[in-house]
């Protein structure tokens, strides 16, 4: 069964750097989102992205996210000047289409700001 | 402004025992109600989602308007669903609003 990767797994970054974190999304799926979960708090959304545009994004995603689709198969969100409440779970998802409501989540990657 | 709450952050029950997850929402409009769930060191995964009327694992979920709640049920909890379980609102611009999640131990 295809699923959604991400890489990597744990990512350790010193505050002010850039992060690009990676996600695979299941090759036929034309809609790709992040979210990010702190540790101890619940899922939240960052980004959609539907036809080479972001369709929506949250108040969390400020000036410093932005998010790629380089190639035909990578999904990636790059974090500029990163924060210490950067520190979080990030999640990548993607689904097929709108009307199949359900969206496939990666693994997740453990960005730690330090 | 959409919101999901769950009141419990953990629930411990024992084997065999029925078990219900509670979760209410705020939305104005038609929801989608779904349920994820994230077994130790896994993903989220759906678990089920409202539309579909289905029963995964032995769960429900029915989607009260009047008191807008999506509880989750099981008659008779097993060890293995032990996880966390998080209520999600899909909004307009489908996207999910994720409740904050309840950690469910199953107790042998």
């Known amino acids: 069964e295809p699923e959604v990767t991400q890489t990597p797994s744990h990512q350790v970054t010193q505050m002010g750097q850039e992060v690009i974190l990676r996600c695979v999304p299941i090759s036929n799926h034309l809609y790709f989102y992040w979210y990010r979960q702190i540790l101890g708090q619940k899922v939240e959304f960052l980004v959609s992205f539907y036809n080479n545009e972001i369709s929506e994004k949250s108040e969390i995603f400020d000036d410093r996210f932005s998010v790629e689709r380089p190639d035909g198969s990578n999904f990636t969100l790059k974090i500029r000047s990163t924060k210490l409440e950067d520190s979080a779970m990030y999640f990548c998802?993607?689904?097929?289409?709108?009307?199949?409501?359900?969206?496939?989540f990666g693994p997740g990657t453990r960005l730690t700001v330090t | 402004a959409q919101r999901v709450t769950q009141p419990e952050k953990l629930l411990s029950v024992f084997k065999g025992a029925p078990v219900e997850l509670k979760c209410n929402y705020s939305y104005s409009g038609s929801p989608e109600l779904f349920w994820y769930v994230q077994y130790s060191r896994q993903r989220l995964q759906l678990l089920l989602r409202h539309i579909s009327r289905e029963s995964i694992k032995g769960f429900t979920a029915d989607l009260n308007k009047g008191e807008t709640s999506f509880h989750l049920k099981k008659p008779f909890a097993q060890e293995e669903d032990s996880a966390m379980y998080y209520c999600a609102l899909r909004n307009y611009g489908q996207n999910f609003v994720f409740g904050p999640g309840t950690r469910l131990s199953v107790l042998p």
């Open positions: 998802a993607s689904s097929e289409d709108r009307p199949h409501y359900e969206q496939y």
